[in-house]
């Protein structure tokens, strides 16, 4: 894909305030193969949480980390995935599971594009767009899971230097109900979206997501991790 070599040409600004190395983070599994997830209630957001914060404490880990195109058996927790006839399971961005509050800094320059609080269980709850240019190169970065405090003041073309801070991890219910985490996803297509564009897709449709959603791991340089 043009636009991820592009992308690893240059140097972004951290998306949060850690040193994201092999030493530092936890590579999480959310699939099926994960045996965990089948003995926990995952509908209990406390209880979820509870499970994720306890792994990255007992790894000594800054954060959890991971998810691109990883097919998660966790989706089954919300109704919010199954509208279709295929349910929807392939995560299409990357998730950094860390403390609410934890800052969110944009990584590189840009613009507002849109932002919405996308109010339901399992969602994104608070999200922010943002449009970036490379090289001719239209793109953009979503923020999910953020603090409902996180939209205020925001504005449709506001500006955004890189490294400003433009949100901070929200905790539930008001994140979409889900542990404390970021959604991190980059999309060169919105689709015509506003506020909202897809970060689970269903199996069948892997081909269209992947060719319009590049690794996010690169922005966040972990891309030599995955």
Request: proline share 5%; net charge negative; with cysteine.
């Amino acid at each position: 894909m043009l636009i991820e070599e592009i992308l690893k040409k240059y140097d972004f600004a951290p998306v949060v305030p850690f040193e994201l190395s092999e030493d530092t983070l936890l590579k999480i599994d959310l699939t099926a193969e994960n045996t965990d997830l089948k003995k926990i209630d995952l509908t209990d957001t406390a209880i979820f949480s509870e499970y994720v914060f306890a792994k990255i404490q007992e790894a000594q880990a800054v954060c959890a980390i991971g998810g691109y195109f990883e097919n998660r058996y966790i989706y089954r927790r919300s109704e919010h995935f199954q509208q279709t006839v295929e349910p929807r399971s392939i995560h299409l961005g990357v998730d950094i599971w860390a403390a609410a509050g934890t800052p969110v800094f944009a990584p590189l320059a840009g613009k507002v594009h849109s932002f919405a609080n996308n109010d339901n269980f399992g969602d994104y709850g608070p999200t922010i767009i943002l449009e970036h240019e490379l090289e001719g190169y239209i793109f953009y970065t979503l923020y999910g899971h953020l603090s409902v405090s996180s939209l205020d003041g925001l504005a449709v073309n506001q500006f955004i230097d890189k490294g400003q801070r433009i949100a901070e991890f929200g905790n539930f219910p008001e994140n979409g109900n889900w542990p404390p985490h970021l959604h991190f996803q980059v999309m060169t297509d919105m689709l015509g979206k506003q506020g909202d564009f897809p970060g689970v897709c269903e199996p069948s449709k892997i081909d269209f997501y992947r060719a319009i959603c590049p690794n996010a791991h690169i922005l966040l340089k972990t891309d030599t991790l995955y």
